[in-house]
């Protein structure tokens, strides 16, 4: 995860500045979280089976249950329990089955749309981003109810929460009211009317969905997206690993890529030379991209190919490793 990675970077100078700003905005989110919660409407649509059907096509493209699972552990799936490494200490994915002690069986559907659109528990509690609700937030009421339905129909699994390893600072999660104030983008989603329904249903696949941003744009300090870079690609995540720029530019993006090389990644994970995706991309390929039907990956193609070129040069310091995929995003 990549919450603060620049922070990450230049600890010395930049986590300091970090602390003291997290420090002051705990102080302040602490009497704040009260007013945090806008109220949310509820969903009229009721989930049935369609439902869950779609919802657990959405919650593919989304990548929820990599997220949630302990695979290494053998863990049961979207029973939680995956573990995160970042500079800022350990989180723990957590239970998300139907289970009512140690999962979300208590939860409303109003209580994920929440949790999905705002970033907020059940109880006030804020999230860190770390769960990409920031990108979550773009779905439609109608697909997080569709996921809800889905959720719902798993079977309950009686695994309890991991409590997260974080250094002192980072524990403060009513910092994060000020982290929503500056970076979260309220959705859903509107549509762009400069495009056509293809490319708006690719947007919305790779920004609310398959947050794919969520890694190939770099971070400011504070762990902000820093727009004017988008899909431009990072030389070094918290881990040491480059990710790619994927913007259109032609020299240090994928613009000399076709519509058909990029629909082999998407469906198998092979790039342009013959070689494989590896770390997390490989598993984003595995759980999401080659879950897409037909047209969705279309639209998903369309979508990229037309990210304006930025000029960022990212070459590979390291290999990632299997160890990767569990670390950051
Ligand atoms: C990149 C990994 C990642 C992905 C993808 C992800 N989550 Fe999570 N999720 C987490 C982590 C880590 C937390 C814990 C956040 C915290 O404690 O602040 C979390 C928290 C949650 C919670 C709060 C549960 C509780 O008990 O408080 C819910 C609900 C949830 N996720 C649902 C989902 C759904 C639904 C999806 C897919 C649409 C999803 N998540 C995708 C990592 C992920
Ligand atoms: C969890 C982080 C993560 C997410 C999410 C992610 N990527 Fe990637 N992506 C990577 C990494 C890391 C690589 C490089 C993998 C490698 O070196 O083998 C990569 C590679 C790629 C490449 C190949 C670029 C090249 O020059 O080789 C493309 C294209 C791509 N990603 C597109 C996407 C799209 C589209 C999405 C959303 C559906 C997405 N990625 C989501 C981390 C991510």
Known sequence: MRVFPRAARRRTVVSRVAGIFILAASTYGLVLDAVAQDPEPAFAGAPGAT?????????????CEGCHTDKAS????????????????????????PDPAHGIG?????????????????????????????????????????????????????????????????????????????????????????????????????????????????????????????????????????VPNITSDHKTGIGKWSAGDLKM?????????????GGVMAEVVTRETSKLSGPDLDALIAYVKSIPAIKNTISKTKKPSADSANSWQ
Not at 269 to 275: A, K, Q, T
Request: include cysteine.
């Open 51 to 63: 439902a869950a059907a779609r919802g657990r096509y959405l919650a593919a493209a989304a990548g």
């Open 74 to 97: 053998h863990g049961a799936p979207f029973a939680g329990g995956r573990a995160f490494k970042t500079p800022y200490g350990t989180f723990y994915s957590p239970n998300i089955t």
């Open 106 to 242: 208590a939860w409303s559907q109003t209580d994920l749309v929440r949790a999905l659109r705002q970033g907020i528990g059940p109880k006030g509690r804020h999230f860190y981003p770390v769960f990409p609700y920031p990108a979550f937030t773009l779905m439609t009421t109608r697909d997080m109810a569709d996921i809800y339905a889905y959720l719902r129909s798993l079977a309950p699994q009686p695994r309890k929460n991991r409590p997260h390893d974080l250094k002192f600072l980072y524990t403060f999660r009513s910092a994060m009211f000020f982290w929503n104030a500056l970076y979260l983008h309220k959705g859903p989603m509107a549509a762009d009317p400069g495009h056509d329904a293809r490319w708006n249903r690719g947007a919305y696949l790779a920004r609310a969905l398959g947050h794919c941003d969520a890694c190939h744009t770099p971070r400011n300090a504070l762990g902000g997206k820093n727009e004017a870079m988008a899909y431009a690609g990072t030389k070094s995540n918290p881990e040491g690993v480059a």
């Open 265 to 277: 990644l998407f469906q198998i994970g092979m790039l342009p030379d013959g070689d494989f995706v």
